[in-house]
C-alpha cells in the first residue's frame, strides 16, 4: 500500500491557508441576528460604515451593528457643514460603544422612498469619511386596481388608468380588437401590455458622467429623482444618451411609454 507524504513545510503552509480562509469568513459574515427584526445589518467601526451605499426597498428595516469605538447614526442635519440632510424622514439612533463581538446601535425602517443621507456626529468621524446614504425603492405597481375590469391586475397598487370594461373595451371577458387563446382576469392582454416586450439596458450602473439606455424598440422615456420630480425625458427613441455629471447623487428612475420603471444609480 501506497501513503501519501506531505513535508513539514507544506502541511504548515496549509494549516496557515486554511486559518486565514477561516478568519477571513468570520470577519465578512457576522450574521443578521444581532439587531433583531433587521432585514440588512450596516457594520460601524473606526471611521466608516459598511457598506457605506445601500439601495433597499420600501418597508426594509436597517440595522447598525457597531464593532468598534463609540459611534451613533445621524440623519438630520450633516455633523459636517450643519445644514440639514433634508432626508425624506429625519431619523437618528442614539450612540453606544461597540466590541468585536457587535453590538446593535438600533434599527430604523424606511417607509418613505427616497435619498437619505447621515453620519456619526461623534468627535471628527464624519470630517475623517464616516457618511452614507441609503437609497429607498418604491414598492409601487402600476396597472388597473378595478376587479371589474377585463384586465384587473392583481400585482398591482397603484391604479394607472388602463381598466377596461364589458360592453365598451371587451365582449364576453374578451378585449376588443385583440386576439387570445384564453381570456380571465389577470391573464387579459391590454393595449397597455403590448409593451411588456419592450427591453430596456442602462449603462453603466453606476454612473458618474455618461449613461445610455438602449432599447429594442423606440419609446418616449423619463427619468425620475428619488423623491419622484421630473428631471429629464424624451420623445421617442430607441437610444438615449444622457450627461449626469453635474446631477446630484441617489437613486433615479426611468420611466418608459407603458409605465415601467427601471432603477439607476448617480455617484
Do not use: R
Amino acid at each position: 500500500m501506497k501513503y501519501f507524504t506531505m513535508p513539514i513545510s507544506s502541511k504548515i503552509n496549509f494549516v496557515s491557508a486554511a486559518l486565514v480562509l477561516l478568519l477571513s469568513a468570520s470577519s465578512v459574515s457576522f450574521g443578521q441576528d444581532i439587531c433583531p427584526g433587521a432585514d440588512i445589518e450596516v457594520a460601524t467601526q473606526n471611521f466608516s460604515y459598511a457598506p457605506a451605499t445601500l439601495v433597499v426597498d420600501q418597508g426594509t428595516t436597517v440595522g447598525w451593528v457597531n464593532f468598534a469605538g463609540t459611534h451613533d447614526v445621524n440623519g438630520i442635519a450633516s455633523s459636517i457643514t450643519g445644514n440639514s440632510f433634508n432626508n425624506p424622514e429625519a431619523f437618528s439612533i442614539n450612540p453606544m460603544s461597540g466590541n468585536a463581538s457587535g453590538v446593535c446601535l438600533g434599527t430604523y425602517t424606511f417607509t418613505v422612498p427616497g435619498l437619505y443621507n447621515y453620519d456619526c456626529s461623534i468627535g471628527s468621524h464624519a470630517a475623517n469619511g464616516m457618511v452614507a446614504t441609503v437609497s429607498v425603492v418604491s414598492l409601487v405597481v402600476q396597472g388597473c386596481i378595478d376587479s371589474a375590469a377585463c384586465n384587473y391586475d392583481a400585482a398591482a397598487t397603484e391604479d394607472d388608468e388602463s381598466c377596461l370594461f364589458v360592453g365598451d373595451d371587451c365582449v364576453d371577458g374578451n378585449i376588443i380588437g385583440v386576439i387570445q387563446d384564453d381570456c380571465s382576469c389577470g391573464e387579459t392582454s391590454t393595449v397597455a401590455d403590448q409593451f411588456d416586450a419592450l427591453s430596456v439596458s442602462i449603462f453603466p450602473n453606476p454612473v458618474t458622467s455618461s449613461l445610455t439606455i438602449t432599447l429594442n424598440k423606440q419609446s418616449t422615456l423619463q427619468v425620475f429623482d428619488a423623491v419622484g420630480k421630473l428631471v429629464e425625458e424624451t420623445g421617442a427613441v430607441s437610444t438615449w444618451i444622457l450627461n449626469v455629471s453635474d446631477w446630484e447623487k441617489g437613486l433615479y428612475t426611468v420611466q418608459t411609454q407603458a409605465g415601467k420603471t427601471h432603477k439607476f444609480i448617480v455617484e
